[in-house]
């Protein structure tokens, strides 16, 4: 090691080439790799995670499977990566009012007490909703519209994740207005029941106390929807600020209990049995055309038809971008670590005599070429490691401004009558976009860190082939040339 650093010092020029050319392979590597995960972040947030995905339904292309068949044939074909799939439901949760109470109003049905209504003159035709939240069963939240839209962001706590769905957590994500309004907070347990709003008074009662359809939640986020809907709309649950969010396996198994089946039989809906929507990831068409024959093998009773989803994304200057950029950082590492080889190789040569006396004096060949690299490596560390400095503070400055020029591209090619009120007013979803980009530990965790293990992966490939070269340079070298015999 002394050595090293000695040689590195008396070979200045040589070693700052060395440096500067390793530098310029790690830096370059980690900008296109960060530029890329925002350019798709940004296109992901207008065409979300499911863009090639492919949809499973019947062939009136209505949803048909079931989750837990999904789930099973998900587990049995290795060309499926994942399954996704929502689905929504109304639902009540024990002592907790919906956002907005009072405000809705629905026709009586038999079993409502009575109660007047202000300006229904007596009439007792209408009730007030007593309770009433739409329950949205996801296998991730990442693939709901208001959240890869970002008009839907956590304040606390997590979203519903894949590891969630996977492991069946009785965890259930509301909205922040919800929490206020109610005194809840992360950790603590709300009552959820699986009968219909629509029901009366006595039934509902009966349900709750005597049917045993009472499910527990730990509630593990807290999200913020920016826009308020509640005028627009005439059922709680249609609030935005009333959607709680669970896994679907969850629901899937409150789907089979007894007395949710018992329930069910009465006309109520049924949480899980077909999802609202359902998708396959799959490599490509190829896959899928062979999946569906097999699926329609099985004999179900409709036929399956599997459709890609694909958004309109290759007009998206987003994803147009980061397909230049991704060839271009290709091409920046392979020329990059070429010149770096022939850089190494001419270094060799420049030192061939003197690695010839060491051959010669009867040093080990092998601690030779480890001394040699270990030059190498030191150089190449600290410019990794100078990369990674620089590349925080380039991704501080540039994240918001690349940020706010993509989503303005976006927008531009999306700008049409019917948004134009959106662009032209108040441009919500672009706030919550800069907000997230703004944030230092989100862009350390979502860019940064990515970059940096992609060079460090770039860094060890890249020396494991150095070291081979100098090896086989130093062990072909013929001891006599270093005092003045024949090669």
């Known amino acids: 090691m002394k050595h090293a650093f000695r040689n590195i010092r008396r070979l200045k020029a040589r070693s700052f080439l060395t440096f500067a050319i390793t530098f310029s392979v790690m830096f370059l590597s980690m900008f296109g790799n960060f530029t890329v995960r925002l350019c798709e972040d940004n296109r992901t947030r207008f065409y979300g995670p499911l863009d090639g995905a492919y949809h499973v339904t019947d062939e009136e292309y209505q949803p048909f499977l079931t989750y837990r068949a999904a789930e099973m044939i998900g587990e049995d074909v290795p060309a499926i990566k994942k399954v996704s799939a929502v689905k929504e439901y109304s639902c009540y949760l024990d002592g907790i009012e919906y956002v907005g109470d009072g405000s809705f109003t629905r026709d009586r049905v038999p079993g409502d007490a009575a109660q007047i209504v202000p300006g229904t003159l007596g009439q007792y035709t209408q009730v007030y909703y007593s309770k009433g939240f739409r329950l949205v069963g996801v296998t991730s939240m990442d693939i709901v519209s208001e959240v890869y839209g970002g008009k839907l962001t956590v304040t606390e706590g997590t979203m519903i994740t894949e590891e969630n769905n996977t492991n069946r957590h009785n965890k259930i994500v509301i909205s922040k207005e919800l929490a206020e309004k109610n005194g809840l907070s992360l950790g603590d347990i709300v009552s959820l029941y699986v009968c219909s709003p629509f029901l009366g008074d006595e039934e509902v009662d ?240 979502s860019y940064f860190a990515p970059s940096f293990l992609l060079a460090l992966a770039q860094a060890v490939i890249l020396f494991g082939i150095l070291y081979f070269v100098v090896s086989a340079y130093i062990f072909r070298i013929n001891a006599l040339s270093g005092v003045g015999g024949k090669e």
């Open 206 to 445: 009966r349900a709750e106390h005597g049917e045993k359809l009472c499910f527990a939640f730990i509630v593990g986020g807290i999200y913020r929807h920016s826009e308020n809907n509640s005028v627009g709309v005439s059922e709680p649950w249609r609030v935005n600020a009333n959607s709680l969010y669970v896994p679907i396996s969850v629901l899937d198994e409150i789907s089979r209990n007894k007395y949710v089946k018992n329930l069910q039989n009465n006309g109520a809906q049924d949480p899980t049995l077909v999802p609202d929507a359902l998708y396959f990831h799959l490599p490509g068409a190829i896959a899928a055309n062979r999946l569906e024959k097999e699926i329609n093998g099985l004999g179900f009773l409709k036929k399956a038809v599997l459709t890609e989803s694909v958004s309109d994304a290759a007009s998206s200057p987003s994803a147009r971008l980061s397909q230049v950029i991704s060839i271009v950082l290709i091409c920046v590492i392979a020329v990059g670590m070429a010149v770096l080889l022939l850089a190494v190789l001419f270094n060799m040569k420049a030192r061939h005599k003197e690695l010839a006396v060491l051959a010669a004096l009867g040093q080990n060949r092998h601690r030779i070429a480890i001394s040699f690299f270990t030059e190498i490596a030191l150089l190449g560390t600290a410019a990794l490691l100078i990369g990674g400095a620089a590349m925080v503070g380039v991704i501080r400055a540039l994240a918001v401004p690349l940020t706010q020029y993509l989503y303005s591209a976006e927008i531009s090619s999306h700008f049409t009558a019917e948004n134009a009120t959106q662009i032209l007013f108040e441009d919500t979803m672009g706030k919550h976009v800069l907000e997230k980009t703004g944030e230092f530990g989100n862009l350390i965790i």
